[in-house]
């Protein structure tokens, strides 16, 4: 009788391990190919927007392409075709398009 309750025990145990092992799995698989992916996209974004200054051509998330005219703490002044000029919020920013032109095509 007790042989029996030991032998369910044990099997208990290695059943809640089986249970355990593939949900860990799948967390770092999701990390590893969800979470990190966007915390280095994020981390580069905010570089790129720290990197910007005044009269750097910009392509904006909306796509209006246009040049900074003016700099806050969390805004940029854009100005576009015609010299009318748009205000933006820093994060509205996608593409540093100066860098892009200059940078080599490989």
């Keep these: 009788m007790t ?10 145990g290695s059943n809640m391990l089986t249970t355990i092992v593939p949900m860990v799995l799948i967390m770092v698989v999701f ?8 915390v280095k996209k994020a981390k580069d974004h905010k570089k790129l927007v720290e990197e910007l200054k005044k009269g750097d051509k910009i392509v904006t998330t909306a796509g209006i392409h246009g040049r900074i005219a003016d700099m806050n703490e969390t805004t940029f002044l854009i100005e576009v075709e015609g010299g009318v ?3 933006f919020d ?4 996608s593409l540093d398009a100066t860098k892009a032109v200059v940078a080599p095509k490989a």
């Design 85 to 87: 000029k748009i205000r």
């Design 31 to 38: 990390y590893f190919f969800m979470i990190r992916p966007q």
């Design 90 to 93: 820093k994060s509205a920013v």
């Design 3 to 12: 042989s029996t309750v030991i032998l369910q025990a044990a099997a208990g």
